[in-house]
């Protein structure tokens, strides 16, 4: 490389630096604080972290967080995956309507969807309307306020996760192994089970993690369906610090939230470079 | 194509069935809300006795959802030139530079979508907290920058790797300056991208409920932070109104994407 080039490339690392003092003032500075804040406040040490271990209500509530992130990974997989499935095998054109409607539900506002569910999901909604009138109930489901609307309003918000990448695996595998089984006899649920399953294994780890870390972390949905007997984690940080002004213990639970997240993330980041 | 779906016999059917299932289960809600927005009772039967614009007309009428609706669209356009700016300029840097550090300089400009956004919304809040930005329109605009920018340096990286910059070396040797270079070669090539990372950074501030939530004051409440806080105490049919509209937003950028997508790939094969 000549001189001139070098210096242009220097030119040219220099443009992140606006974007770089802006991240690290307002968000790498502010995280690191807050962190710090589990161990200073109200002083040195970890106490912060034995309340939050030996306490049942957040015992409890990490427990819950884990529970609702599994269930719902399992059910965006169950739901997403023959759909992933069916979308690799349809003609382009209504690959394109599909996919359509999965992007735009997925940029779709999210306060908006959880509303809509809320709506949906109450004791008086629709649903338990219809349900009422074709007989299969005698009284309004408690589907909302519980843990039973959280994993409904997460699986809806979490299926085009799961569904983007899920047919990206899929899409790259190689049909003739799928055509040579057929051709051997084996029925779809065989095909299913000794060949499509077994490779797409991967892809499907990769999303199952994916969404299991959102999960998580997730607030907006888990704290409107969600009932106040059955918080989640990132509910308990915000009414930790907004309502009972308890930084230190609102800063370890985040630590907590933040060393689940980063460490599933760096799991999901091998299992796609495996991939490739 | 894994397999022809004839070879699946029956089984095909389950497949489309379930297809059906769960593109009514993604659209139905979003589709309900809307109907229910121009419904005309209070407690949002369905379906609705009749039907009324009322609920529009308090959305557009009533100061505190106006003046919400306003600061949103405000801080929506501000926070979405001020993340093409800044995410452009580091994508620039990240696919042109060779420095070392750049894997990790990437890992840094994503690393706010994968922090859990309360995390970034709590820290958020305890600095402004001690600098005295809570409540003001700086300190939303700061808030909802922080979730847009990893936005805009994706989808201007990506466009630009696939930009050869040997055009901008030809408009240089045709006497083209920097400026003009850039402006007449580079910027037209990457249109596509910077498109995709205004629409996405416009949709990631409109919708943005959790930064915002705590950025808040009583005075200064954005769209979203106002149906939030009505949510708490009731369902009121304007808070659908008001989802109608952040929806409609956000179907309206993505179809412009869509075409715009499209028209690309057109292009490209002409």
């Given at each position: 490389m000549n001189a001139a080039a070098t210096s242009g490339t220097f030119r040219e690392a220099r443009a992140a630096w606006p974007a770089i003092a802006f991240l690290f003032v307002f968000f790498a500075l502010p995280v690191g604080a807050l962190m710090l804040r589990s161990v200073?406040?109200?002083?040195?040490?970890?106490q912060n972290f034995s309340d939050l271990l030996a306490t049942g209500t957040y015992a409890r509530v990490l427990f819950n967080t884990f529970l609702v992130a599994a269930v719902v990974t399992l059910m965006s997989l169950l739901i997403g995956y023959p759909l992933a499935w069916l979308l690799v095998m349809l003609p382009a054109r209504w690959q394109q309507v599909l996919l359509a409607i999965l992007l735009m539900s997925m940029w779709t506002s999210l306060l908006a969807r959880t509303y809509a569910w809320l709506v949906l999901l109450q004791k008086t909604g629709v649903i338990n309307r219809i349900l009422l009138s074709v007989g299969v109930i005698d009284a309004p489901l408690p589907?909302?306020?519980n843990l039973t609307g959280v994993v409904i309003g997460m699986t809806y918000i979490m299926l085009p996760f799961v569904v983007l990448p899920l047919r990206a695996t899929l899409a790259t595998l190689d049909p003739a192994l799928m055509h040579a089984g057929a051709v051997c006899g084996a029925s779809p649920w065989r095909l299913f089970r000794s060949v499509l399953l077994p490779l797409s294994l991967p892809g499907i780890g990769a999303a199952g993690l994916m969404v299991f870390v959102m999960s998580l972390g997730y607030y907006v949905t888990p704290a409107l369906l969600g009932g106040t007997g059955n918080m989640m984690l990132a509910e308990l940080i915000a009414q930790t610090v907004?309502?009972?002004?308890n930084w230190g213990l609102g800063a370890a639970a985040a630590l907590v939230l933040l060393c689940a997240t980063l460490a599933l993330y760096a799991l999901h980041m091998r299992y796609l470079d495996e991939d490739a | 194509m894994i397999l022809t779906r004839n070879r699946l016999g029956l089984f095909r059917f389950v497949l489309y069935g379930h297809a059906v299932l769960v593109m009514a289960f993604l659209l139905l809600p979003i589709i309900f809300i809307a109907l229910l927005s121009f419904g005309s009772s209070r407690w949002m039967?369905?379906?609705?006795?009749e039907w009324t614009l009322r609920w529009y007309e308090e959305l557009a009428t009533d100061p505190r959802w106006a003046e919400a609706m306003w600061l949103s669209l405000r801080l929506a356009l501000i926070v979405t030139v001020l993340s093409v700016l800044l995410g452009g300029a580091a994508a620039f840097a990240l696919v042109r530079g060779r420095f070392a550090g750049r894997r990790v300089l990437k890992a840094f400009f994503v690393a706010p979508m994968i922090v859990p956004v309360v995390i970034v919304a709590i820290a958020l809040y305890a600095f402004s907290l001690k600098v005295g930005l809570n409540g003001t329109f700086a300190g939303f605009v700061a808030g909802h920058l922080i979730i847009a920018v990893p936005f805009s340096v994706i989808c201007i990286s990506n466009s630009l790797r696939g930009f050869d910059p040997a055009l901008e070396q030809a408009a240089a040797i045709c006497g083209a300056g920097r400026l003009e270079t850039l402006r007449r070669v580079t910027i037209p090539s990457i249109a596509p991208g910077l498109l995709a990372a205004a629409v996405f950074s416009f949709l990631a501030s409109w919708d943005e409920v959790v930064v915002s939530i705590f950025m808040a004051s009583p005075q200064l409440q954005t769209l979203p932070v106002r149906m939030w806080t009505s949510l708490r105490s009731d369902l009121t049919p304007v808070i659908a109104a008001a989802s109608t509209l952040l929806v409609l937003a956000s179907l309206i950028l993505m179809a412009l994407l869509g075409l715009s997508a499209t028209r690309a790939g057109r292009s490209k094969m002409q």
């Amino acid at each position: 490389m000549n001189a001139a080039a070098t210096s242009g490339t220097f030119r040219e690392a220099r443009a992140a630096w606006p974007a770089i003092a802006f991240l690290f003032v307002f968000f790498a500075l502010p995280v690191g604080a807050l962190m710090l804040r589990s161990v200073t406040d109200p002083q040195w040490g970890l106490q912060n972290f034995s309340d939050l271990l030996a306490t049942g209500t957040y015992a409890r509530v990490l427990f819950n967080t884990f529970l609702v992130a599994a269930v719902v990974t399992l059910m965006s997989l169950l739901i997403g995956y023959p759909l992933a499935w069916l979308l690799v095998m349809l003609p382009a054109r209504w690959q394109q309507v599909l996919l359509a409607i999965l992007l735009m539900s997925m940029w779709t506002s999210l306060l908006a969807r959880t509303y809509a569910w809320l709506v949906l999901l109450q004791k008086t909604g629709v649903i338990n309307r219809i349900l009422l009138s074709v007989g299969v109930i005698d009284a309004p489901l408690p589907l909302v306020n519980n843990l039973t609307g959280v994993v409904i309003g997460m699986t809806y918000i979490m299926l085009p996760f799961v569904v983007l990448p899920l047919r990206a695996t899929l899409a790259t595998l190689d049909p003739a192994l799928m055509h040579a089984g057929a051709v051997c006899g084996a029925s779809p649920w065989r095909l299913f089970r000794s060949v499509l399953l077994p490779l797409s294994l991967p892809g499907i780890g990769a999303a199952g993690l994916m969404v299991f870390v959102m999960s998580l972390g997730y607030y907006v949905t888990p704290a409107l369906l969600g009932g106040t007997g059955n918080m989640m984690l990132a509910e308990l940080i915000a009414q930790t610090v907004q309502s009972f002004l308890n930084w230190g213990l609102g800063a370890a639970a985040a630590l907590v939230l933040l060393c689940a997240t980063l460490a599933l993330y760096a799991l999901h980041m091998r299992y796609l470079d495996e991939d490739a | 194509m894994i397999l022809t779906r004839n070879r699946l016999g029956l089984f095909r059917f389950v497949l489309y069935g379930h297809a059906v299932l769960v593109m009514a289960f993604l659209l139905l809600p979003i589709i309900f809300i809307a109907l229910l927005s121009f419904g005309s009772s209070r407690w949002m039967m369905f379906p609705p006795p009749e039907w009324t614009l009322r609920w529009y007309e308090e959305l557009a009428t009533d100061p505190r959802w106006a003046e919400a609706m306003w600061l949103s669209l405000r801080l929506a356009l501000i926070v979405t030139v001020l993340s093409v700016l800044l995410g452009g300029a580091a994508a620039f840097a990240l696919v042109r530079g060779r420095f070392a550090g750049r894997r990790v300089l990437k890992a840094f400009f994503v690393a706010p979508m994968i922090v859990p956004v309360v995390i970034v919304a709590i820290a958020l809040y305890a600095f402004s907290l001690k600098v005295g930005l809570n409540g003001t329109f700086a300190g939303f605009v700061a808030g909802h920058l922080i979730i847009a920018v990893p936005f805009s340096v994706i989808c201007i990286s990506n466009s630009l790797r696939g930009f050869d910059p040997a055009l901008e070396q030809a408009a240089a040797i045709c006497g083209a300056g920097r400026l003009e270079t850039l402006r007449r070669v580079t910027i037209p090539s990457i249109a596509p991208g910077l498109l995709a990372a205004a629409v996405f950074s416009f949709l990631a501030s409109w919708d943005e409920v959790v930064v915002s939530i705590f950025m808040a004051s009583p005075q200064l409440q954005t769209l979203p932070v106002r149906m939030w806080t009505s949510l708490r105490s009731d369902l009121t049919p304007v808070i659908a109104a008001a989802s109608t509209l952040l929806v409609l937003a956000s179907l309206i950028l993505m179809a412009l994407l869509g075409l715009s997508a499209t028209r690309a790939g057109r292009s490209k094969m002409q």
